[in-house]
């Protein structure tokens, strides 16, 4: 604990910011009555209502999709790319667009719960006293006394809670289903606990065999 503070303390002092590694915890179901598929050709659907976390989330699952590249093969792309977010549209709307564009496969993605776990670091004074002879008058000793104060703020850890399903265009299903909780660090942005979940999230999907995946030859 008592490092995790200096690491804080020095954050703070120098202004430097990075994003801490939340950690992600998931359950998921896969249908087990749907036929083996592979999808290859998918939309990325947040369901937040507002505009710029829907591109966020969407930009950062294509994004961490993009670090499968070795391993799997397949087009993805935003919702906005299927159906105008200028005007509210129903799901049978946003599905029979999707259908008519060839689509195989959408990612669902909504957030359930949103919280915020707040901590107070007490405030630590110390000092220090510094002893050196004096350069200009030979044999006199000084002493210098700093003081030093750190801590006394609030420290606040986000945590959310996703479901993510993977939608069959085909039948208009759900064959797969997760459930996601996210418990982040102080100064863990939003951007953080996503990249922490939809990668989490992406793994899942391709150990249950629902990504195309690339055939090395």
């Known amino acids: 604990m008592a490092r995790y503070f200096l690491l804080v303390g020095i954050l703070l002092a120098t202004g430097c910011s990075f994003y801490y590694a939340a950690n992600t915890k998931l359950v998921s179901f896969k249908d087990p009555s749907i036929p083996p598929k592979q999808y ?18 969407e930009e950062i699952f294509i994004n961490n999709l993009s670090k499968w590249g070795d ?3 397949l087009r993805i792309v935003r919702s906005t790319s299927v159906v105008s977010p200028v005007k509210p549209f129903s799901f049978n709307e946003f599905m029979a667009k999707v259908r008519e564009q060839k689509f195989d496969g959408v990612i669902s993605i909504l957030l359930t719960e949103s919280t915020t776990d707040s901590v107070y670091v ?19 000793i000084r002493a210098t006394e700093t003081t030093k104060k750190e801590g006394g703020i609030f420290l ?9 399903e993977l939608v069959d265009v085909s039948t208009w299903k759900a064959v797969w289903v ?23 999230a992406i793994e ?3 150990q249950d065999q629902l990504l195309q995946k690339r055939i090395v030859k």
Do not use: C, H
């Not at 863990?188 to 939809?198: A, K, P, Q, V, Y």
């Open 40 to 57: 290859q050709n998918m939309v990325v659907w947040s369901r937040e209502a507002d505009l710029e976390k829907r591109a966020t989330t």
């Open 71 to 73: 391993k799997i093969t």
């Open 122 to 140: 007490p405030e630590v004074t110390t000092k220090e006293t510094e002893i050196k002879e004096d350069q200009i008058n030979e044999g006199t």
């Open 156 to 164: 606040s850890s986000p945590k959310v809670r996703y479901q993510i």
């Open 178 to 200: 997760a459930s996601t909780y996210t418990d982040g660090q102080p100064y863990d942005s939003f951007e953080s606990l996503l990249g922490s979940l939809t990668y989490k």
């Open 204 to 206: 899942r999907l391709y």
